[in-house]
Each structure stands twice: as structure tokens, then as C-alpha cells.
């Protein structure tokens, strides 16, 4: 049986993609148990049970999504193991999450706060004699609280690290080395995967829109 997902939701003025991720799962598995950590959006009706636990929020995404893995460890709500989704993962397939990673750390040379996060950790990461792959892909992980809590005690002590590749080189090898499912081009073809992700509207996304609403793709 598919485990609960777990949803971190930033506070924000308007939310576009939640209800197309939570239809998404619904589609494939229709009454699903899934928990929004965050902030509560205004949902659509959806063919899944929905809890909530909320959480104070800052500026710093970085610091939220922290607080809302923190919270799910702590939550009676949560069962072990969990499924770490994303508001904005559309899942494609029914399909359990696998270990994905797009490579090593140190490869990525963008010089973004989302590179400079991946240098520090893959630096951490060797420094604790573990390898430092990316698991910074926007697919679903497989959550066990105990080595997460260790995960999240490193980040107290360097926000700069980042808890996905944390967690992925402290816990194991990845299953598949490939690119990431965020589809940046609206043009774009969908990725080969059980899950894709868009930077915005969903509804800007053709091919992602026709995917799910297909004949065939709502479980009865």
C-alpha cells in the first residue's frame, strides 16, 4: 500500500498548482490519505482524505520547508515510512517514489543560491565520508523519520545544507541517475517519468493539462 504524502504548502496570495497536484494523486489513487503541512489553500473537492497541520511561516523558503518536514516527524497525523511530495509534483502513473538523483552535487555550476546550497552540502557530505549525489529532482522521496531527524540536526547547524541530498547519500545509492521532471519549456514534451513538475501554472503546460484530464486517467 502507497504510504501517506506528505504536501509542505507556502503561504502565498494564490496557489495554482495544488489542486492539480492533489488530482493528480487522486487519479491514480483515489482516497488516499494525504497531509497539507503549512498553509491551507482553497482546495477543490478531491476524491482523498485531507488533513491539515499548520505551521508559522518566514520569508525563507528554505527555513519552511524545514519546519514543515519537522512538523510531520512530530505529527501523530504522519505514518512511517512517508511520502515527500510538493505542491507543484503532478503524478503521471501509478507509481511508487524511487531514489532519483541528477547527478553529483559539485557538477551543478550555477552560481544561484540554489548552487551555492548544492556545493556546501556535497563539501559536508565528503567531509563525512558519504557521497554527494543530487537528490534536488522534483519527484516524490520516501521518508524514514530516524534518519531524517539526523538530516534535520545538520541543518540547524549550517542552513546552507540541503535535506533532500542529505537525506538521499546518508540512506543509500540512487535507483536512477537521469534529468530532473520540472519541465521549464511550456513547449516541451513530458518527461518519461511517473511525475512531472512546472515552473507556474500547471494550466500553462498543454501537454501536462491533456495528461490529466485524458479519458481513462480518473480511477473509478
Known sequence: MLPDVVIPVAAERSNSSINWALRSIANWYPGHHVILVGHRPRLDPHNLTIDHIPTEQTDDIFANTDLAMQTALDSDLVNDPFIWSADDIYWMRPAEP???????????????????????????????????????????????????????????????????????????????????????????????????STGGNPRAWPALMQELNRPGAIAS
Not at 545538520?154 to 541517475?177: A, E, F, Q, V
Open 98 to 196: 524511487i531514489r532519483w538523483a541528477l547527478g553529483l552535487l559539485d557538477e551543478d555550476q550555477h552560481r544561484t543560491i540554489y548552487g551555492q546550497r548544492k556545493h556546501a552540502t556535497a563539501h559536508f557530505l565528503r567531509s563525512h565520508g558519504l557521497p554527494a549525489y543530487d537528490y534536488e529532482a522534483h519527484v516524490p522521496m520516501l521518508i524514514h523519520p530516524n534518519p531524517m531527524h539526523t538530516v534535520l540536526n545538520w541543518c540547524d547547524t549550517d542552513p546552507m545544507l540541503d535535506k533532500r541530498s542529505l537525506y538521499g547519500n546518508l540512506t543509500g545509492l540512487p535507483d536512477h541517475i537521469g534529468s530532473d521532471v520540472k519541465n521549464q519549456s511550456r513547449a516541451a514534451p513530458l518527461p518519461d517519468a511517473s511525475w512531472c
